[in-house]
């Protein structure tokens, strides 16, 4: 089991450019989760799936768009890099028990916009 | 709302010391509790988590935390850090009916030889 995993690693961006970070889990499980880590703000929900065809936004959605075409794939989407958007992205997932789920974080993705 | 609060945004402890890291939230209804760990350049692992029943939490590492209803607080404690314990550390919270963590911004613990 790979658990939850991320391409890519770092990726550097200039303003206006756009890209897609994939994450992917092995573990079938249902939710998954986009975060943004910036210094002295934890982690911020971006947008989140609950299955398959489904997505929701999160605590800070904007400038991002989302995809889950197929269970263990989740797409974070940014179509016009701003500068803002320079952040660590991590990914997760996690298996509804009785609510008391865990969430699975994969190593994360360094952006960097210019 | 829900909120975490982590007041201590870097902890330095000598090593084979005790140490505390507090964390507090703010719930009118019942909620998961969750501790995680960060080591430099690498994702989040879980380190222990409240669901119910006992308020004492024993995690991984040597780690455990207390949840106290009354003062909402869930501080997570070592009674003797390592140098590898040197990471961040985030609070997270979630209600029952919630699929989302709330975390708080993290605690670097910083262990001196």
């Known amino acids: 089991n790979a658990g939850v995993t991320q391409t890519p690693k770092f990726r550097v961006l200039k303003t206006g450019q756009s890209m897609t970070l994939l994450c992917a889990q092995d573990?079938?499980?249902?939710?998954m989760y986009w975060y943004r880590q910036d210094p002295g703000m934890g982690l911020r929900l971006i947008h989140y799936?609950?299955?398959?065809?489904?997505?929701a936004k999160g605590e800070v959605p904007d400038g991002y768009n989302v995809s889950r075409l197929k269970k263990q794939n989740f797409l974070l989407g940014l179509e016009s890099a701003a500068p803002s958007q320079t952040s660590v992205y991590f990914c997760?997932?996690?298996?509804?028990?009785?609510?008391?789920?865990?969430?699975?974080f994969g190593p994360g993705t360094r952006l960097l916009v210019l | 709302a829900q909120s975490v609060t982590q007041l201590d945004s870097q902890v330095p402890v000598f090593e084979e010391a005790p140490v505390e890291l507090r964390c507090n939230y703010s719930?009118?209804?019942?909620?998961?509790l969750f501790w995680y760990v960060q080591y430099p350049n690498q994702g989040l692992q879980l380190l222990l988590k409240?669901?119910?029943?006992?308020?004492l939490v024993k995690g991984i590492n040597g780690f455990e935390a207390e949840f106290n209803k009354s003062q909402t607080s869930f501080h997570l404690r070592k009674p003797s850090v390592h140098i590898s314990d040197t990471a961040e550390y985030f609070c997270?919270?979630?209600?029952?009916?919630?699929?989302?963590?709330?975390f708080g911004s993290g605690t670097r613990l910083l262990v001196r030889p």
């Open positions: 997760a997932s996690s298996v509804l028990a009785g609510g008391q789920e865990t969430q699975y």
């Open positions: 573990m079938n499980h249902e939710y």
């Open positions: 799936s609950v299955g398959e065809g489904t997505t």
């Open positions: 719930s009118s209804v019942s909620v998961y």
């Open positions: 409240y669901l119910s029943g006992s308020t």
């Open positions: 997270a919270v979630k209600r029952d009916s919630s699929y989302k963590l709330i």
